[in-house]
């Protein structure tokens, strides 16, 4: 925690020689895009895409969930949707999945979640990782059905963003770009599937 703290005393300070770069923020919030990704902190945005401060509507979930759309529903991320798309009028929106998803590894193994029944109850009411198609599941947590796993679980985010009735709309009209991409943390490769329609991803 100290290294976190000296640097932020220090951050005014910093960069006091050049003060219409943050200046420049505080009149305005105009992002490029948005990127819906997991909490894991090995997954760092500004440090994959190069993002710079105010270029990048970021929010992150546990196994970077959408829940699907509900009216009526009290939920951040729906909040947070609907700003950065009819607020913000962004033209792309990106849902990021990673290598080594402690989320859904969860899924995978279909555990009962007493350990962590928070996550679990997230995860069975939100992510929607299953369909009937897809038949059973693998046995086990092993890696080489996460890969597999995790990028179809990004796909399935990109089709609950499309029950949003303000993203399809603006999907629809060409006002809107979804991407699925998909981030190795062991290499800093990222993957993309061609959506709409995809089922593979391919390197960027």
Same mark, same amino acid.
């Given at each position: 925690?100290?290294? &976190? ?9 910093? *960069? ?15 992002? /490029? ?13 500004? /440090? ?15 196994? *970077? ?17 609907? &700003? ?22 969860? /899924? /995978? ?9 928070? %996550?679990?109850?997230? %995860? ?12 059973? @599941? ?22 609950? %963003? ?13 006002? @809107? ?23 593979? &991803?391919?390197?960027?």
């Amino acid at each position: 925690m100290q290294p &976190f703290t000296d640097h932020v005393r220090g951050f005014a300070a910093r *960069n006091s020689a050049h003060p219409q770069a943050l200046a420049s923020l505080a009149r305005e919030h105009r992002p /490029l895009a948005a990127l819906v990704t997991c909490s894991d902190a090995r997954v760092v945005p500004s /440090l994959i895409t190069g993002a710079r401060p105010g270029e990048l509507f970021e929010l992150r979930t546990a196994g *970077n969930v959408v829940p699907p759309y509900r009216r009526h529903a009290v939920c951040a991320v729906a909040a947070s949707l609907e &700003f950065a798309v009819e607020q913000l009028r962004l033209p792309d929106l990106i849902v990021c999945g990673h290598s080594h998803c402690a989320a859904v590894r969860c /899924l /995978l193994r279909r555990r009962p979640g007493a350990d962590l029944p928070l %996550l679990h109850r997230w %995860l069975a009411a939100a992510a929607g990782y299953r369909r009937p198609a897809e038949g059973p @599941l693998p046995p086990g947590p092993a890696d080489e059905h996460l890969a597999g796993a995790a990028q179809r679980h990004v796909l399935t985010q990109l089709e609950h %963003l499309r029950t949003y009735p303000w993203v399809e709309r603006r999907v629809r009209a060409g006002q @809107l770009r979804l991407h699925a991409w998909y981030y190795t943390v062991e290499t800093g490769q990222t993957l993309a599937a061609r959506v709409p329609g995809a089922s593979t &991803f391919e390197a960027l």
